[in-house]
């Protein structure tokens, strides 16, 4: 949604693997297991958002940082140009420990080399792997990527709400570890799609019964949460797994803004079109939580731009139908899928009648119908009674609301993570 206006606003701020791995010895393989992900949308313009996706980078290095879920003795960097209309021709990249904001740890600065090169092509389309890096990493901790763009790009691949602070400057700054160089500050994530790590130490962080893919809007985003932090829900559901001697990567397949019906120019392509790719795509997968149809529900009742066109009113049999749809698809693939019911919004400037009936049915459907695996009721542990004497009204606790009353604080996003039956995923 907009700043003023839906859930998957961001005020402020099968895939196409053009390299693979080496093949590992048929005796004793070492498969890569992902550590980190981001699901990729098309160059927007967002007047409430800014970022760079439509102009792209030309004499740029481009730095971005992410936190890993799973430990490792090497990584390899996955880029993504799904959305680009020509090759992009990447100059050069690095990869280190961030030492906060622009800055990286000077002895971890490692070259990223693809097929023993350092300067590498990614299709219109296409995704592409780095070369292993020997850097060792251990689950949640921070992780710098830098990218150096010597010619113009084009438009550019990104995630819009990142959560985090992007870094750019003009020229080479691949191997510089302070932050000077790098003036220009953004929110969103430009060409990077993932990072896998290799060696997982039996029984260590991320090296679990696979990972767990947390796919659906802004409230899986995090938006609301404090930047920087690494506060999302899937970061909390990691974190509590971790805790509780049951590690297990949890990747973040959300997109603000998404709906399960409907593309959008801004918040990316639905559900239905893109949960092969985004929820099913790393063949480490053994679980997916979805949570999806806040958008579906909230943006027919709220202004039109080219964001949030078309949104036609939606019945909760149709969601309800594109749910089924994902479950379909995850079964197929021998993955567990878990259902998440849609928490309350009342007090978000365009909430309905219509909407609300709508948001109760789709969750009662995914309470009691036994068609996903399990269920994490978000909706019962985050909602609260608007008014004592209308019980059926209810609303998020004011204990976990963000100031819009639809997005959640860092306590909320906890409580999200916790309300997860770890025996369900």
Known sequence: MTTKTFALA?????????????????AHPAPWHSAWNASQQAPAHTTWYPNWSEGGFDNHSVRQTIRVGAEGSELRVRLSNA??????????????????GAAVQPDTVRPLRFKGSG??????????????????VRAFEQLTVTFYFQGATGPATFHNVAMT??????????????????SE????????????????RPGGPGGGRGAVVAFGDSLTDGYGATPGADRRYPDELAERLASQGRPRTVLNAG???????GDSECFGESALARFRRDALGRPDVATVVVLEGTNDIVMPDGPAD??????????????????????????????????????PYHGFEHWTERGEKVRKAVNEWIRTSGAYDGVADFDRVLAAPVDPAHPEAVAIKQEYAFGDRIHLNDAGYRAMAEAVDLNSL
């Open 165 to 182: 602070t992007s870094y750019r400057a003009t020229g080479d700054h691949l191997g510089d570890p302070a932050a000077d160089a790098f």
């Open 119 to 136: 300067a590498a092509t990614v299709p219109t389309g296409g995704e592409l792997s780095s070369d292993p890096v020997a850097l060792p």
């Open 83 to 100: 959305f680009g209309t020509t090759p992009l021709r990447l100059t050069g990249a690095t990869v280190a420990r961030s030492a906060g």
């Open 10 to 26: 961001l005020p402020l701020a099968a895939l196409v693997a053009a390299t693979a791995a080496s093949p590992a010895p048929a």
């Open 185 to 200: 500050a953004g929110f969103s994530w430009y060409y990077l799609a993932g990072v896998d790590v290799k060696n997982l």
């Open 306 to 343: 080219h964001c949030t066109t078309p949104s036609p009113e939606v019945t909760a049999a149709e969601i309800i139908a594109g749910h089924r749809q994902l479950i379909r698809e995850a079964r197929t693939r021998g993955v567990r899928v878990i259902g998440a019911t849609i928490p």
């Open 255 to 261: 997109i603000g803004g998404n709906k399960v019906l």
